[in-house]
């Protein structure tokens, strides 16, 4: 007769511990300067989360943030990891995803970028152990590939149409999105009218705002922007503009994308309720990892709002984490902006993620499905994070 505890773990998985919980900043070199309404970034600098258990077994997790996005930066994250989230795990058994967020989010309050890294972590050790892909954990894997987008952040028409060709001639992505905001709206009218002008009917293009304009503002240039070819218009107004999202959407031939209001299932309710958008950018970090990130696939799902699994500027080790994730999503049919690998000179993993036929290619290896190249890590870390991780 199997004993009742074998019946529960047949792969010894709560048998082992949590024996550590270490985290580290890493800082990745861009290819080009990436312009953003809120920040320029030279360098990507994100939060590297490595658990080992007292057998020896370990897993790795990722989390990004950019600056004037939202409330955490990766000192913070690396702070919060370090002294609220470690000490509430590290003792426990490593049985339940569902137990390790409840438990961190006993810890603390927020901060769902630091809990989403070591979330992460966590569910790559366990899929591991189990010797089976994060997918596994996560309800399953439905999908091998998901539609890719690419960020064109040069500032400048004409370097961005260079860019976007030269991606379309490889192969690689045939949907761009825009990134406005940063200077007078007609000025950006006039760069996506040139971009789509010069880039054709053979590629999909849309914008992100980032929060930059006003209701009138964005009332005015809306309409001119899906008349210039624009199929999705993320996140145009202040974040806590609920009601000017909700009369924003519907009334234009394009979509209406929420992005930074959305960060609890709460939020997610909020614009369900209201119906203040058509879709929601879906992203691990700013949700607070896996086991959060599904009860808004689920408030989405049950609204009929569209899904595009968001970014932050991950390397693969976020990223094959993040196509883990949206592999068991049920539709994430405004594809994915999980680029970064490509935009980075750097990647702390032994060979990065795939990029075949204008799509992410989720990787089939057991736990996130990429391996950490210790040498090239420590490249990348902060001198003084470097003890802290490995
Ligand atoms: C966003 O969607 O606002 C992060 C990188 C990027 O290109 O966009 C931001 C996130
Ligand atoms: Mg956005």
New binding site residues.
Partial sequence: MIKMREALDPIGLNTARIAEVRCGVVDLPLKRP?K?AMAT?EVQSNVVVRIVTDDGEEGWGEAAT?PG?GAETVETMAQVVRTSLAPALVGTEISSLGGAAARMETAIKRNPYAKSAVELAVADLMARRAGVPMSALFGGRRHDRIAGLW?L?AGEAEADIAEAKKLFEQKLFRCF?L?VGKGAPEDDLARVRRVAKELGDGVELRV?V?QSWDEPTAMRFIPQLAEAGITVV??PVRADNVEAMRRLTGRFPCLIMA??PVETPQDALRFAAAHACDAF?V?LGKHGGPTATRAVVSIAEAAGFRMFA????ESSLGVAAHAQFFSTVSSVSLGN?LF?PLLMTADPVVAPVRYEDFCLIVPTGPGSGVEIDRDALKSLMRKEDAACLI
């Fill in positions: 990436h953003l970034i950019i996005y960020v952040g999105l990134k992100d980032n993320e996140q992005d930074e950018s992203k968001g970014t932050m500027l902006q970064g």
